[in-house]
């Protein structure tokens, strides 16, 4: 089996990836074409990873145009029985590089979220020229592929509104051994914790419109975001003007410490795909403050594990924070609701190597 994305892999695999390849192993003969993250070698006996491009904002351009031909020289050397893809934009290459090469290949695409999110809500405003054009490219590749797998109903209700009919759906692997474990007391003082990319899908702005309005209506209380991005201006502004504490990355074990400080974690985007940081809330007994955005509401129930709102709404948003920051007793019973909820979301390495091995299959 070849995976192909565009994820950025370093060379040796954290301890975290190495059990998910080390699971798949036992099941399949695996090969990875990848990029590679800053510094890590280019590949070893599995993986294939392609060298971070000398102008960076370049990059992902260069990336998809040299996409097809690397399929290619990789289906003739391996010749795989299956190519699984990350997107729907890695199967498009996968599917013509596969007419080009010749080889019968099975086209395995796997829909972790909304793939019209990173033409419209991520990176430069730039990518939204070629929206329509994306959108047309990814419909095709879903429709024509062998199978499709989806992680959340959310996702197969997108690709059942193209005609197609998932063949498996099941979560995207996650190590979630820092995370396991009874749930941390609450810190005395109430935290809002954000855990995201800074990028317009996770709305990070509506955020700090939210906070705006709810910070001086809980005296005491704090907002502290973990991540990076484009809109790092945002952060900076929260940073300056509110207090905010603020870390561009931290390790799985320093997320779950971080939950751990936090009444609950909020997550106010605009689009949403599996939301593998809902899940480590969930298991670290903290209750979500989300909005009714994509895969969102597959995971919380509100007034259960946590509160929702509409996407967009600060008002609504910084009324549902308050709530939860005012509210010791309640802060508790979503976050124990929250953890009962996290078991249908776990699964081993092993599991999900299994079940990977019965949709090649």
Avoid at 125 to 151: C, H, K, N, S
Avoid at 154 to 162: N, W
Avoid at 290 to 309: E, K, N
């Amino acid at each position: 089996m070849l995976f192909v994305g565009r994820t950025r892999y370093r060379l040796p695999l954290s301890p975290s990836l190495a059990q998910k390849f080390d699971a798949l192993g036992t099941e399949l003969d695996v090969h990875v074409l990848a990029s590679a993250a800053p510094g890590s070698g280019l590949g070893d006996r599995a993986f294939t990873l392609v060298r971070p491009f000398r102008l960076p904002g370049l990059d992902g351009v260069a990336f998809w145009l040299s996409l097809p031909s690397r399929i290619v020289r990789l289906l003739r050397e391996l010749r795989p029985d299956a190519v699984v893809c990350q997107t729907a934009y890695d199967a498009a290459a996968a599917l013509l590089a596969r007419r080009i090469a010749r080889v019968p290949a099975r086209v395995v695409v796997e829909v972790h979220g909304d793939w019209r999110t990173s033409t419209r809500l991520y990176g430069s405003p730039a990518r939204r020229v070629f929206g329509r054009l994306g959108d047309v490219v990814a419909a095709a590749a879903l429709r024509r592929a062998d199978a499709v797998r989806t992680v959340s109903p959310f996702t197969a209700g997108l690709v059942r509104e193209l005609g197609v009919e998932p063949r498996a759906g099941f979560p995207a692997f996650m190590d979630l051994e820092p995370f396991v474990g009874p749930a941390a007391p609450l810190p005395p003082e109430p935290v809002a914790l954000f855990i995201g990319v800074l990028e317009a899908y996770k709305n990070i702005d509506g955020l700090a419109r939210a906070w705006q309005l709810a910070a001086p209506r809980i005296p005491g209380a704090s907002l502290h975001l973990v991540g990076n991005g484009t809109r790092t201006d945002v952060a900076e502004g929260l940073v300056r003007e509110h207090g905010a504490r603020w870390e561009r990355e931290l390790s799985p074990v320093e997320v779950a410490a971080a939950l751990d400080a936090a009444w609950l974690l909020v997550l106010p985007s605009r689009s949403e795909g599996m939301g593998r940081v809902l899940v480590e809330a969930f298991c670290r007994g903290r209750a979500v403050v989300g909005t009714r955005a994509g895969s969102i509401p597959d995971l919380v129930a509100d007034g259960v594990s946590g509160l929702l709102v509409e996407p967009d709404e600060p008002a609504a948003l910084a009324d549902a924070l308050v709530r939860v920051l005012s509210d010791r007793a309640l802060a508790w019973r979503l976050g124990t609701g929250a953890q009962a909820a996290a078991e249908p979301w776990l699964q081993t390495p092993a599991e999900y190597a299994r079940r990977m091995r019965e949709l090649v299959e």
